[in-house]
């Protein structure tokens, strides 16, 4: 056998592995890609959700219609900075952006501001196969839900 | 917490949504209970009603997997419950829900689930008709109990879903018809013995 098959099969092994996560490996955040979720609003509306590695330390999120239609304007973005251990999430279109500390726990909880106005967001994990995600705003002393919804696993 | 949000199920929660009607009139409207109850039953005789569920497989109907340890559930508006589903006998399934109520203690609202083997129907009474439905054995992915609810002194046609969102965790919807489509009044998402 020549010695550059190992190499070749190192190779590929590493080009089809998937990204490490770049902190501590009970982050659920990581959990959320690999796959397609079905989620469905607190309004009834039904959405094909995504999140894929955009590259080790960054989560995109897409969505698009049952149908299959995309959502080109709904984009997300997780970003993970392993120096200060935390989670930055953007709007690309709307200039907003959140922090929050690493998935360890049942609740992970972004919190930022976005116009002027303080802005949660909150996932709720139900183990591997659903979590649920709340959007929240802050006024009058008081966090509003401003939407929300619930999402299971599709395929993996 | 009003006498409304009390009487209505805290889930069910008509006072999240006040334009549904007045609020003057929105208790729930009593509902009659004359489900048979004669077996055959969906229920396995042998279990105990406190018996906790295997969570896999899927029982023949999945109603039965909502009996067992309390399910800690949270509404869309994030009021916390503790619902606990039991079965006293072969053809009922009891859920008491109890929300802390402060100072004023905790309040519970109560719901009967009841078999009837003629029609191979459940049949739903939810905190006193508030949601008064019926459905088929739970045997998918959803379970859609329909009938009509009483919110704002006003009637509706409406539904209530289950949703299974894997086996330790679920959502139930709550809807009512108005204008020709259906809209979600109240929701609720619950879980249990979650080890991660």
């Known amino acids: ?156 | 917490m009003s006498r409304r949000c009390l009487l209505g199920l805290a889930i069910v929660l008509a006072c999240a949504f006040p334009a549904l009607g007045s609020a003057a009139n929105d208790v729930p409207q009593p509902a009659a209970s004359s489900e048979p109850s004669a077996p055959p039953s969906p229920l396995p005789s042998s279990a105990p009603a406190s018996a906790s569920p295997a969570p896999t497989p899927v029982p023949v109907d999945r109603a039965l997997s909502l009996l067992g340890d309390p399910w800690a559930c949270e509404t869309d508006h994030h009021a916390a419950l503790v619902s606990a589903f039991s079965a006293p006998s072969e053809d009922r399934i009891d859920v008491r829900t109890t929300l802390a109520g402060g100072l004023a203690g905790n309040r519970h609202i109560d719901e009967a689930f009841v078999w009837d083997p003629v029609a191979a129907t459940w049949h739903a009474n939810v905190a006193g008709g508030a949601f008064v439905g019926s459905a088929p054995r739970w045997s998918g992915e959803v379970w859609i109990f329909t009938g009509t609810a009483a919110t704002g002194g006003h009637t509706y046609n409406g539904r209530m879903v289950f949703t299974a969102l894997g086996p330790n965790a679920f959502r139930r919807d709550f809807e009512v018809e108005r204008d020709g489509r259906r809209q979600i009044y109240s929701l609720e998402t619950c879980s249990r013995d979650l080890s991660d």
């Open chain 1, 1 to 156: 056998m020549s010695v550059a098959w190992p190499i070749f099969l190192a190779l590929l092994w590493l080009e089809q592995s998937p990204p490490a996560a770049p902190a501590d490996a009970v982050d659920k955040a990581f959990g959320l890609s690999g796959g397609s979720w079905t989620c469905t609003s607190f309004h009834g509306e039904q959405k094909i959700v995504s999140f894929e590695f955009s590259d080790p330390n960054a989560i995109v999120e897409s969505r698009a219609a049952p149908d299959g239609e995309d959502d080109a304007a709904y984009e997300r973005r997780f970003a993970f900075d392993a120096d200060k251990g935390t989670w930055l999430l953007s709007w690309p279109s709307g200039g907003w952006s959140l922090t929050a500390q690493p998935w360890t726990h049942a609740r992970w909880t972004f919190e930022g501001i976005a116009k002027a106005q303080r802005v949660r967001v909150t996932f709720t994990s139900f183990g591997q196969p659903a979590f649920r995600r709340d959007v929240e705003t802050y006024s009058a002393g008081r966090w509003i839900e401003r939407n929300g919804e619930t999402c299971k696993r599709l395929s993996q």
